[in-house]
């Protein structure tokens, strides 16, 4: 049963869980469940390009993951996963040169924080 409130990860699971979602096969045996099986994604926000959800797990915390989608084109998006602890929204990005994009879908992600999110 699929609670429809959206329930919080701590950041010790968010570790775990990018950990477990590294390029490569899974291993899962018989009658053991990963945090993929844990978790559900809920659509927070949506507007003509700006798509947030939050992944959403069976563990009460005071933090969560954020999955922003920014729609470039018919053909092009950009994402971005993120992390609300608190009142901080902790964002990473690569060193070097940022795709195409990203500057459009960073100032649509850093308005939402600001407008809806109120960080």
Not at 15 to 42: C, F, H, I, K, Y
Not at 67 to 78: A, D, I, M, P, R
Not at 91 to 102: H, I, M, R, S
């Given at each position: 049963l699929v609670k429809t409130q959206a329930l919080l990860v701590d950041s010790a699971c968010v570790l775990r869980w990018v950990r477990q979602q590294a390029?490569?096969?899974?291993?899962?045996?018989?009658?053991?469940?990963?945090?993929?099986?844990?978790?559900?994604?809920?659509?927070?926000?949506k507007d003509g390009k700006l798509t947030v959800?939050?992944?959403?797990?069976?563990?009460?915390?005071?933090?969560?993951i954020l999955h922003f989608?920014?729609?470039l084109s018919e053909?092009?998006?950009w994402s971005m996963q993120t992390l609300l602890s608190g009142h901080s929204l902790f964002v990473g990005l690569p060193n070097g040169e940022l795709l195409k994009g990203t500057k459009e879908g960073l100032t649509?992600?850093?308005?939402?924080?600001?407008?809806?999110?109120?960080?």
């Amino acid at each position: 049963l699929v609670k429809t409130q959206a329930l919080l990860v701590d950041s010790a699971c968010v570790l775990r869980w990018v950990r477990q979602q590294a390029p490569g096969p899974q291993m899962n045996t018989a009658g053991q469940s990963t945090s993929r099986d844990l978790t559900q994604d809920v659509l927070l926000y949506k507007d003509g390009k700006l798509t947030v959800k939050q992944q959403v797990t069976s563990l009460d915390s005071e933090s969560s993951i954020l999955h922003f989608q920014y729609q470039l084109s018919e053909q092009l998006s950009w994402s971005m996963q993120t992390l609300l602890s608190g009142h901080s929204l902790f964002v990473g990005l690569p060193n070097g040169e940022l795709l195409k994009g990203t500057k459009e879908g960073l100032t649509a992600v850093l308005e939402f924080a600001e407008e809806k999110l109120k960080i």
